[in-house]
Nanobody, 126 residues
Framework: HVQLVESGGGSVQAGGSLRLSCVATGYTYSSYCVGWFRQIPDKEREAVAG???????SYADSVKGRFTITQDNAKNTVYLQMNSLKPEDTAMYYCAADEEGLVTVGALVSTDFEYWGQGTQVTVSS
């Protein structure tokens, strides 16, 4: 039974930084893809970044150069380091995971992912 738990959200001023964590348990996959998505009310969930087991990554254009996704396999944790935050980054952030081959960092589509965390709120004030 796969479970994902996010943490690290909070409120910061524009230009500040946060690091989100996604801890996974119950993986049975030999290879996996983890994605970070975000959503604001009445908007579709959008992909932010993704990482595969070999370390391949992808980023939305809106966060390139500011956000970095990394993984610590020993801790079964994926991180999203967010720097130079902007008010438009305000959203609920979710991590999601599924087997590579079913999902890929090359095309992060929220509806393709089976496993989701509960979300962590990020609020950036101007």
């Amino acid at each position: 039974h796969v479970q994902l738990v996010e943490s690290g959200g909070g409120s910061v001023q524009a230009g500040g930084s946060l690091r989100l964590s996604c801890v996974a348990t119950g993986y049975t996959y030999s290879s996996y893809c983890v994605g970070w998505f975000r959503q604001i009310p009445d908007k579709e969930r959008e992909a932010v970044a993704g990482i595969e087991s070999d370390g391949s990554t992808s980023y939305a254009d809106s966060v390139k150069g500011r956000f970095t996704i990394t993984q610590d396999n020993a801790k079964n944790t994926v991180y999203l380091q967010m720097n130079s935050l902007k008010p438009e980054d305000t959203a609920m952030y979710y991590c999601a995971a599924d087997e590579e081959g079913l999902v890929t960092v090359g095309a992060l589509v929220s509806t393709d992912f089976e496993y989701w965390g509960q979300g962590t709120q990020v609020t950036v004030s101007s």
